[in-house]
C-alpha cells in the first residue's frame, strides 16, 4: 500500500499543472508558459489538492471500514477477507478519483452560454501519459503478487493428488482436477491433525455426502470446528458447483472428473451451501447446508450414524 | 473493389438502388443503408431482450418461484443473454455504427464487398426470429447462453439446436463482417490517407475485426462439435461417452472472451470520435490510444480461462490467466485516462452524447476495477457465478456498450436523418437510465459477495428487499426508453434541421450533406488527415503572441 499517497501527491500535482482557470481568457497563456511541474500553486490547485485527499482518505475509509461480505467461518475466509480489504480500498479510491475528475472536468470545462471557440490544442503529454500507464502497472503488480500470495497461502499453488500416492479412496487412472485449499490438509497434518475424508456427490437436484469412515450417507454435511475437511467431488449428471459464501469457497463439481475441496471451519454453526452453475430448472432449490459442530458434538452424531447407510434427512 | 476509386456516377447509383424508406427494408448495397439496418433491427432486438430482462427482474421480486415456470425462467435468461450479445451490441457496435462511419473515415464510397455486406446484415433477422420462434414451437434452449455441456446435451434437443444454428448464422455474419472490415481499412483508404491519421474508431475496428477472424470460427467448430453431441449421439463432451465437459469451456471462452472486446473495443473507439468533438479538443495521446487498443487485442486472446478458476484447471494455468487479465487493466487505463484529459480543459457541451459518454466512463470503470478483483483466483473462488458477477458484466456490456450506443445515437443521428434529437428529451432519456442502471446493478454486487448465485428463479428470502431495490431499478431503465423512442420517431419528422455538420465536427462523415448521398461526396472524397484538429485556430494565435507555448500543446 506503500505507493498510494506518493501516487495521490503526484495526481494533485499534475491536476494543478493542468488546471486552466476557466473564464479568464488572459490567464491561459501564462498557466501554459510554465512546465507541468513547475506551476506556481494557486487556490484551484489547493482546491484540486482538497480534492485529492478527500478521495484518498474517503476511499481507504470505505474500503478499511465498509463491511460487505457475511460472517467469515473458516481458515480461508480470513485470508479472503485480508484480500478484499485491499483491493476494496484500492478500487475504491480509483473509483472515487475517476468519477471526481469526470465530474470536475463537466463542471469547470462546460461551455457557458455565450462562449465560442475551441478547447486548448493539446494533442498529448508524454510524460503524463507514461505517468497513467506505470501507476496501474505497478498496482497491478502489486494486487497480483499480493494475491499470489494468498493463494499460496489458500493453499491453491499445492501439486494436486495425480500420482496415486495420496490418501483419497480412488483408482490410479484418474485424473483429479483442480481445487483449492489443498495444502492446509498437509499443514493440518504437520500439527497432527488429521483430515476427514468425506466423498460428495452431486446430482439433480441435490448433494450426497458419504463419509467413507463411518459408511455415513447424509444429506447435511456435518463437520467439527476446527479440523480440516477434504472433499473428493464428482457428479452423476451435470455440472454442479459446492458454494459455501462463510467458507469462501467454491468448486466445480463435474461429471466425469473428480475434483477436490479443502477446508477448516473456524465458527460453528449452520451455513448454506448453494449450487453456483446452471444444473437445470431446480437449480435454485438446490440448496443443503453444512453444519459445523463442537467435536464431541459431531462425534455424537457420527457414532449414532454410523454403519448405517439411510440418510439422516 | 474499384468502386472507391471511380468518379462518382450517380445515375447509376440512383438506378441501382431502391429510394425512400423502402430501400431500408431492401437488399440494399449502400453501405449507410446497411448501417442503418443493422442499427434498427438491433434495437428491436433490444427491446425484446429487455422485455425477457423484465420478466426476470419480476420473478425475482420474490424470493420463491411464482412468476413463470422454472424450464420456462432458464428459457428467458438464457434468449436475454443470446439476445443482447449475438443480436444487439455485437452487431449494433459493429455493423451499424462500422458500416456506416468505416468508409467516410477512410475515404470511400462503399464497404470493399458490398454484397457480402448486405449478406452479412440479411443472415440477422432471419436468425434472430428463429431464436425466437423456437421459444413459441418448442421450448427455447434452457442451458444459459454459455450452453455448457452435458446441461445442453440433457435438455430438450429441438431448442439447443435451433440455438447453435441462429448463433452459428450469426457468428457467420459476423466473420463476414469483420473480413469486410478489415479488407476496406486496409484497401480502401484515399490515397494520401495515412493509417496514422484515421479516426480512432478505425483503429478500433481494426482489432474488433482481427478478434471477429480469429476467434469465431473456434465457437463456430465448438457449437458444431456439441451438436454432433445432441443430434449424433457423439462423444466429443459427454462424460457418459467418454468426452470431456472442461474441454468445451476451454473452447467456448476462446471466442467468448474475445467477444467481451468485440463489444466494448468499438465502444471505446465510438467514445474517442464523441468526446472531441464536444469538448473542443484533439483527442488526448491518439499514438497510445491505438497501442493500447492493439494491446488489448493481443492479450485478450490470452484470457479466456479466467471463467474457469473454479472449473478444475491446474494451478499453473489460473496463475497465468490472472496475471494476463490483470495486466488488461494497463492498456484500458490508459484508454480512459486519455479520455478524462480530452475533456479537460475543453469547452464542452453538456449534450446526451457527452452525458451518455461520460455515463459509460464512469459505469466502465467500476466494472473494470470489479473485473480486476475477479480476475485473481482466489477472489473468484468466492463470486464466481453469483450476482457479482453479473453486477460486473452489466457494468462492462449495459454501462459500457450499451450507453457508448446511445450516445453514439445522439451524436450522429443529425447525419443519418438531417435532423436533430430533442435535446431535453435526451438528457431525461440520460438521468432515467444512469440512474436506472446503478440502481438495479449495483446492488447486485452485495447480493453476490453474501451468497446469491446467478441465474436462480428462488433465493434466501434475505435477499428479497436487494432483489426488489434492483428491480424498481429495471423498471427506471424499462421506462427510459420511452423518451427516447418518442424522440427518435417524432424527430425523424420535425426535429429541427440539423444542417451538414451541426456539432461543427472534422472527421469526413461531417463533410457531405446530411444525410449523405449514395456514393457519399458529390465529387472528390476530401482527404483529412487531421480528424481532431480543434483548437488548431487558438494555437496559431497563440503561436503568434508568444513563441514558447509550443513545448506544451505539441
Known amino acids: ?313 | 473493389m474499384t468502386i472507391a476509386n471511380q468518379p462518382s456516377d450517380f445515375e447509376r447509383g440512383d438506378r441501382l438502388q431502391p429510394t425512400g424508406w423502402m430501400r431500408y427494408l431492401s437488399f440494399s448495397l449502400d453501405h449507410k443503408v446497411i448501417g442503418i439496418q443493422y442499427l434498427i433491427c438491433g434495437f428491436i432486438f433490444y427491446l425484446i431482450g429487455g422485455t425477457l430482462a423484465s420478466a426476470i427482474r419480476i420473478e425475482l421480486t420474490s424470493p420463491i418461484s411464482d412468476f413463470m415456470a422454472r424450464d420456462v425462467y432458464n428459457q428467458v435468461l438464457t434468449l436475454h443473454g443470446t439476445i443482447m450479445i449475438f443480436l444487439w451490441i455485437v452487431p449494433v457496435v459493429n455493423g451499424a455504427f462500422g458500416n456506416y462511419l468505416i468508409p467516410f473515415y477512410v475515404g470511400a464510397r462503399d464497404m470493399a464487398f458490398p454484397r457480402l455486406n448486405a449478406v452479412a446484415f440479411w443472415l440477422i433477422p432471419p436468425a434472430g426470429l428463429m431464436l425466437i420462434s423456437s421459444y413459441f414451437i418448442t421450448g427455447a434452449a434452457e442451458s444459459g447462453w454459455t450452453a455448457y455441456p452435458p446441461l445442453s446435451i440433457n435438455t430438450p434437443a429441438a431448442g439447443q439446436i435451433i440455438w447453435i444454428l441462429s448463433v452459428l448464422l450469426l457468428g457467420g455474419s459476423s466473420i463476414f463482417g469483420g473480413i469486410n472490415f478489415i479488407a476496406t481499412i486496409l484497401k480502401l483508404r484515399r490515397p494520401g490517407l495515412k493509417l496514422m491519421q484515421l479516426p480512432m474508431y478505425c483503429w478500433a475496428m481494426l482489432g474488433t475485426s482481427i478478434l471477429v477472424v480469429l476467434s469465431t470460427p473456434v465457437l463456430a467448430g465448438t457449437l458444431i462439435l456439441l451438436s454432433f453431441d445432441i443430434v449424433a449421439h457423439t462423444g466429443f463432451f459427454n462424460p457418459v461417452l467418454g468426452g470431456n465437459v472442461v474441454v468445451y469451456q476451454h473452447l467456448f471462452w476462446f471466442y467468448s472472451h474475445p467477444a467481451v472486446y468485440i463489444m466494448v473495443l468499438p465502444a471505446f473507439g465510438l467514445v474517442s470520435e464523441i468526446l472531441p468533438v464536444h469538448s473542443r479538443k484533439p483527442l488526448f495521446g491518439y499514438t497510445t490510444m491505438v497501442y493500447s487498443i492493439m494491446a488489448i487485442v493481443i492479450l485478450g486472446f490470452v484470457v479466456w480461462a479466467h471463467h474457469m478458476f473454479t472449473s478444475g484447471t491446474p494451478p499453473w494455468m489460473r496463475l497465468f490467466f490472472t496475471i494476463a487479465t490483470s495486466f488488461i487493466a494497463v492498456p484500458t487505463g490508459i484508454k480512459f485516462f486519455n479520455w478524462v484529459a480530452t475533456l479537460w480543459g475543453g469547452r464542452i457541451s453538456l449534450n446526451a452524447a457527452v452525458l451518455f459518454s461520460c455515463g459509460f466512463i464512469v459505469n466502465f470503470v467500476l466494472g473494470g476495477i470489479t473485473g480486476v478483483a475477479l480476475a485473481q483466483v482466489p477472489f473468484d473462488v468466492h463470486v464466481h457465478d453469483t450476482y457479482f458477477v453479473v453486477a460486473h458484466f452489466h457494468y462492462i456490456v449495459y454501462g459500457g456498450s450499451v450507453f457508448v450506443i446511445f450516445s453514439s445515437i445522439y451524436h450522429w443521428y443529425p447525419k443519418f436523418t438531417g435532423r436533430m434529437l430533442n435535446e431535453q428529451l435526451g438528457r431525461i432519456h440520460f438521468f432515467l437510465t444512469f440512474i436506472g442502471f446503478n440502481l438495479c446493478f449495483a446492488p447486485q454486487h452485495w447480493l453476490g459477495l453474501n451468497g446469491m448465485p446467478r441465474r436462480v428463479a428462488e433465493y434466501d428470502p434475505q435477499f428479497a428487499l436487494i432483489n426488489q431495490i434492483s428491480s424498481v431499478g429495471a423498471l427506471l431503465m424499462a421506462l427510459s426508453t420511452i423518451p427516447f423512442i418518442w424522440n427518435t420517431i417524432q424527430s425523424a419528422f420535425n426535429g429541427q434541421i440539423a444542417g451538414d455538420n451541426p456539432w461543427e465536427a472534422l472527421t469526413p462523415e461531417w463533410l457531405t450533406s446530411s444525410p449523405p448521398p449514395v456514393e457519399n461526396w458529390r465529387g472528390q472524397a476530401p482527404l483529412v488527415t487531421a480528424p481532431y484538429g480543434y483548437g488548431a485556430r487558438k494555437k496559431e494565435e497563440e503561436d503568434a503572441e508568444s513563441t514558447d507555448t509550443n513545448n506544451q500543446g505539441n
Open chain 1, 1 to 313: 500500500m506503500q505507493e498510494i499517497p506518493c501516487t495521490a501527491r503526484l495526481i494533485s500535482k499534475y491536476l494543478s499543472a493542468l488546471t486552466i482557470p476557466t473564464g479568464c481568457k488572459g490567464l491561459f497563456s501564462i498557466t501554459l508558459k510554465g512546465q507541468w511541474s513547475f506551476v506556481v500553486p494557486t487556490s484551484s490547485a489547493i482546491f484540486n489538492l482538497l480534492i485529492a485527499l478527500f478521495v484518498l482518505i474517503g476511499g481507504l475509509w470505505i474500503g478499511q471500514n465498509v463491511n460487505l461480505l457475511p460472517l467469515d467461518a473458516s481458515v480461508n475466509a480470513t485470508v479472503y477477507d485480508q484480500l478484499f480489504k485491499v483491493l476494496f480500498s484500492i478500487g475504491t479510491v480509483l473509483f472515487l478519483g475517476i468519477v471526481v475528475l469526470v465530474v470536475l472536468s463537466l463542471i469547470k470545462f462546460r461551455r457557458k452560454p455565450g462562449q465560442t471557440g475551441d478547447g486548448l490544442p493539446i494533442e498529448g503529454n508524454l510524460t503524463l501519459e507514461i505517468f497513467w500507464t506505470a501507476v496501474p502497472a505497478i498496482v497491478i503488480l502489486f494486487v497480483g503478487l499480493y494475491s499470489y500470495d494468498i493463494y499460496d497461502r489458500m493453499g491453491g499453488m499445492a501439486t494436486l493428488p495425480n500420482n496415486g500416492h495420496e490418501h483419497l479412496s480412488m483408482s490410479k487412472e484418474e485424473r483429479i482436477w483442480g481445487g483449492i485449499g489443498s495444502s492446509e490438509v498437509s499443514s493440518a497434518a504437520n500439527k497432527g491433525l488429521t483430515a476427514i475424508p468425506i466423498n460428495v456427490t452431486a446430482m439433480q437436484f441435490a448433494f450426497l455426502f458419504h463419509y467413507p469412515e463411518g459408511e455415513i450417507i447424509s444429506g447435511e454435511l456435518h463437520v467439527p470446528v476446527g479440523q480440516p475437511v477434504n472433499m473428493r467431488m464428482e457428479s452423476k449428471d451435470v455440472i454442479h458447483a459446492f458454494w459455501v459464501p462463510e467458507f469462501r469457497l467454491k468448486q466445480d463439481v463435474i461429471p466425469g472428473q473428480p475434483t477436490i475441496l479443502s477446508f477448516t471451519p473456524t465458527k460453528t454453526g449452520r451455513f448454506p451451501i448453494i449450487c453456483a452453475e446452471l444444473c437445470g430448472p431446480y437449480h435454485g432449490g438446490m440448496r443443503s447446508t453444512v453444519v459445523v459442530e463442537e467435536p464431541e458434538n459431531y462425534q455424537s452424531w457420527f457414532q449414532k450414524n454410523a454403519k448405517t447407510p439411510i440418510s439422516e434427512t
